[in-house]
């Protein structure tokens, strides 16, 4: 049995168990330590541990999947930053291309400034108008030599017909008006041709009879008034009963109209 000297010593006793029993044990380590003059077991642990709340720092135990969505962020953001020096290196070098040239080019460039600048020179208000009037001889020289008519050329045979087409000079357009005497779009015509032989002197208007050129008779009954357009020996243009068009009573500016339409004269 237990006395209380016991309890108060500290002694087990066996097959005993009390929620004392501990507290007895502490008891008994600080009076032995008293009596030795050493530090209890308990003092000497609690002086190895840190003092509480001396821990200014923090940290986090993310576990297996934090770190691999840290690592995966870090990643994500070394690619971005790679491809936007990418875009940056791309850029410096586009403007380089662009503004950076060899010294031959450069010599080249130079070259053209000063030829510029000569010529700059040269071309003052004088020498323009020298030159205009130059220029403007020139075109009037190259004027006279085309031939001018002004009035409406009366062709009295087959051969005639002919040397008037094919004898002509090649930049002339030949204008021939077959006519009979007895229809009256046929005077109209003449009448209008006579207006744009003055108006278009360089362009060459004839006339000749129908009965002449030895067309057929129905031609020269229904066919007329008919103009036939040559240049350089070449017919380009054949109107055949032009009142089927213009009627019988028709001026000079209708039949302007028509053959520009058909690119057989000038626009003025």
Partial sequence: MTTLDDKILGEK????CSSSEDDGSDDEDSRSGDEEGNMPNKEIKNAELPPINSWNGSATNTGPKGVIEDWRRFKQLEAENRAELEKERIALSKKLTLSVKTEREEAQDKKIEEIEDEFNELIDEEF?????KQRLQELMAQLEKVPKFGKVVTLN???E???AIDKEDKKVTV???I???VTI???TMDGCLNILASDYPAVKFCRISADITG???HFRVDGVPALLVYKEGQIIGNFVKMSNELGNDFFASDVERYLIEYGMLPEK
């Fill in 13 to 16: 006793v066996h097959n005993y």
């Fill in 128 to 132: 323009l108008q020298q030159y205009q």
């Fill in 157 to 159: 045979s087959r051969v």
């Fill in 161 to 163: 017909f002919l040397d």
């Fill in 175 to 177: 204008i021939i008006h």
């Fill in 179 to 181: 006519y009979n005497n």
């Fill in 185 to 187: 779009a046929c005077e």
């Fill in 215 to 217: 067309l057929s008779r």
